[in-house]
T-cell receptor, first 115, second 112 residues
C-alpha cells in the first residue's frame, strides 16, 4: 500500500514547454485533488475530482488541465509553462468528497521550476 | 471571503517543553477543522479532524481544541521532541464545499 505517489519529484522546464505531473493512489479513494504551495501562502486548490470521469476547477485553475479516466490516476497538465507556475505541487486523495470528515492523504510533492 | 489565520508564524522551543499553536477562521457554514503536520520536503500528514460538535481531540502528544462560537482552534503539543520540528497547518472546510481553506502554517523548531 503505497498511498499517494507523485512523479517526478523534481522538474525544470523552459517557458512555453508543456508537461504532465503524475499522481496515483492505491486506496480506492473517490476524491482526488491538486494543490500548489508557494512560500508564505497556504496550499491553494487547482483542480479536483469526485470520481472517475468527473473533474472541476478549484481556486487557481488557469494554465492547468486535469482528467480522471480511472479511480487511481489523476494527472495534472501544464499547457504552456510560465515562470509564475514555479511551485511545489501536491496531489491528495480522500475516501469521499472534500468536506467529508476524512483526512486527505497527500503525496510528497513535485518541485517544479520554470525558467 | 473564507479565511484561516494562524499564529504565531514561527516558534522556537526547547526539547521537552510544551507549546500551543493558534488558528482563527471565518469559514462559514462550518463543516470541519483539520490540523496537519508537514515535515520539510514532505506532504502534509493529518493529525486531527474536528466537527462542530467536538471541542477536543487528541492524537498522542497532540491535542486540538475547537471553539465553534469564537471560531478558534488550538493545537497543543506536550513534551516536545526534536521530531516535532515541522510546519503545522490548520485547514477549515465549509459545508457543501469541495474547496478547503488552508492557513499559512506555523513553523515550529524544537532545539535540543
Amino acid at each position: 500500500n503505497a498511498g499517494v505517489t507523485q512523479t517526478p519529484k523534481f522538474q525544470v522546464l523552459k517557458t512555453g514547454q508543456s508537461m504532465t505531473l503524475q499522481c496515483a493512489q492505491d486506496m480506492n479513494h473517490e476524491y482526488m485533488s491538486w494543490y500548489r504551495q508557494d512560500p508564505g501562502m497556504g496550499l491553494r486548490l487547482i483542480h479536483y475530482s469526485v470520481g472517475a470521469g468527473i473533474t472541476d476547477q478549484g481556486e487557481v485553475p488557469n494554465g492547468y488541465n486535469v482528467s480522471r479516466s480511472t479511480t487511481e490516476d489523476f494527472p495534472l497538465r501544464l499547457l504552456s509553462a510560465a515562470p509564475s507556475q514555479t511551485s511545489v505541487y501536491f496531489c491528495a486523495s480522500s475516501p469521499r468528497r472534500g468536506d467529508s470528515n476524512q483526512p486527505q492523504h497527500f503525496g510528497d510533492g513535485t518541485r517544479l521550476s520554470i525558467l | 471571503k473564507n479565511q484561516v489565520e494562524q499564529s504565531p508564524q514561527s516558534l522556537i522551543i526547547l526539547e521537552g517543553k510544551n507549546c500551543t499553536l493558534q488558528c482563527n477562521y471565518t469559514v462559514s457554514p462550518f463543516s470541519n477543522l483539520r490540523w496537519y503536520k508537514q515535515d520539510t520536503g514532505r506532504g502534509p500528514v493529518s493529525l486531527t479532524i474536528m466537527t462542530f460538535s467536538e471541542n477536543t481531540k487528541s492524537n498522542g502528544r497532540y491535542t486540538a481544541t475547537l471553539d465553534a462560537d469564537t471560531k478558534q482552534s488550538s493545537l497543543h503539543i506536550t513534551a516536545s521532541q526534536l521530531s516535532d520540528s515541522a510546519s503545522y497547518i490548520c485547514v477549515v472546510s465549509a459545508l457543501g464545499s469541495y474547496i478547503p481553506t488552508f492557513g499559512r502554517g506555523t513553523s515550529l523548531i524544537v532545539h535540543p
